[in-house]
């Protein structure tokens, strides 16, 4: 079935360190790909989407980009600040449209903590 | 602020009992999601409502039902509570039904059962 995988935390950086958070996926099709970010005490936010291979999602300086040959959905940052420590999640869209549900399939989710 | 509303934001009940959680979502969205978050299941799909009717079912127990009214909120229904379903439940929503939709989560419920 459809599943993604995410690098396990918690992952410790210094600010204005270089983040990577990796993701790959498994599914058949062509899922929409998703990283949500959970800050403390709150729900989740979207912080960026791709809707197909070779795209790119970007917001408040984070991107990742839709790999469909390696099923990847990595995200970086090049220059993290203490106030990105939150948890965060990659998803995928259920990529069969016959099934005809948005819902999100997540991943475990990856702590990030970032000290001054 | 997403947009969706959800309460109650904590909830504290004995095992045993029944609670509902009430969502109210984005205006004009027809899609409702369901989602718990554990410490030990991380975030699992429960049920998906679509203008009203049930569209997609997840891991969700027996014991838990939900529906969507004619207004488009929602409401989850947990009962004969254990202490195992002490969680975070998310409701979420979406302008349609279909993959690639953006969904949207509240800042969810938590429930603690003692």
């Known amino acids: 079935g459809n599943s993604v995988t995410q690098m396990e935390g918690p992952v410790t950086l210094s600010e204005e360190a270089f983040l990577t958070i990796n993701c790959t996926y498994t599914a058949t099709g062509y899922p929409s790909l998703f990283w949500y970010v959970q800050y403390p005490g709150e729900g989740l936010q979207l912080l960026l989407k791709?809707?197909?291979?070779?795209d790119k999602g970007s917001n408040k300086g984070f991107e990742a980009t839709y790999r469909k040959e390696t099923t990847s959905f990595h995200l970086e940052k090049g220059s993290v600040q203490v106030s990105d420590s939150a948890v965060y999640f990659c998803a995928l869209s259920d990529p069969l449209l016959s099934s005809n549900t948005g819902k999100l399939i997540f991943g475990q989710g990856t702590t990030l903590q970032v000290k001054p | 602020d997403s947009g969706v509303t959800q309460t109650p934001k904590h909830l504290i009940t004995a095992t045993g009992q029944r609670v509902t959680l009430r969502c109210s979502p984005r205006s004009g969205d027809l899609s409702v999601y369901w989602y718990q978050q554990s410490l030990d299941q991380g975030l699992q799909f429960l049920i998906q409502y679509y203008n009203g009717e049930e569209r997609a079912k997840g891991n969700i127990l027996e014991r838990f039902s939900a529906q969507q009214f004619p207004d488009l909120h929602s409401e989850l229904n947990l009962s004969s509570l254990e202490l195992g379903d002490s969680a975070l439940y998310f409701c979420a929503s979406s302008p349609n039904r279909g993959p690639g939709n953006t969904i949207y989560f509240g800042e969810g419920s938590w429930l603690t059962v003692v």
């Open positions: 791709a809707t197909k291979a070779d």
